[in-house]
């Protein structure tokens, strides 16, 4: 697991700017068991005044939290055998996915891997997901839950990891606007 961590760093002056200040706090990335503290920084820490100056960020954190709780009930009903709640988890999870898409203003990174998701659980016409597609996605979202602001290029990392489990990420009328664009 990775965590977050503000580091202060000390300013190095010259001879002539012995003011003793600090730059601003970097964050480092630490595994787990190397922290500092040993203390996670959680979001709503490190974006304290989010909801007064971006409130779609507020508004993500919360959908994500409530997203992740929902996956990982349906990875432990998978785990127990129990198909039937881990297949509703997934559907409560997909009617959850539209609102978090409408947070997409944060970034392209975080748009492109919520729609990921969404066509990645749409497409399997009701097949119930496996495990291993199941820990995909909660990878996912966890990826954009600490990394909300997430390039478009980053997000393909985990686009490309949805593809390596089977999931079909397009809509399906993509393949027939594909064949009309080829004739």
């Known amino acids: 697991m990775v965590d977050l961590y503000l580091v ?4 190095i002056s010259d001879a002539s700017d012995n003011t003793g200040e600090y730059e601003k706090p970097s964050i480092e990335i ?16 490190l974006y304290p005044l989010s909801h007064e100056f971006r409130p779609e ?41 539209p609102e978090l898409f409408c947070c997409r203003s944060i970034g392209d990174g975080f748009g492109a891997i919520i729609n990921a998701i969404y066509h990645s659980i749409t497409n399997m016409n009701g097949v119930a997901l496996s495990l291993v597609q199941l ?25 490309i990891r949805l593809q390596d489990v089977g999931f079909e990420l397009e809509p399906p009328y993509f393949k027939y ?4 664009l080829d004739e």
């Open 8 to 11: 202060p760093k000390p300013k």
């Open 30 to 45: 630490r595994a787990t068991d190397d922290t500092p503290s040993g203390r996670e920084i959680d979001t709503k820490e």
């Open 57 to 97: 960020l507020a508004t993500a954190f919360s959908l994500l939290t409530e997203g992740l709780t929902i996956i990982n009930d349906a990875i432990n009903a998978q785990k127990e055998d129990d198909l039937i709640y881990s297949d509703d988890s997934v559907h409560r999870l997909q009617a959850l996915l």
């Open 135 to 159: 820990e995909s996605i909660r990878k996912a979202m966890r990826r954009i839950s600490t990394e909300p602001f997430l390039e478009f290029n980053d997000a393909l990392d985990e686009i």
């Open 177 to 180: 606007v594909a064949d009309l």
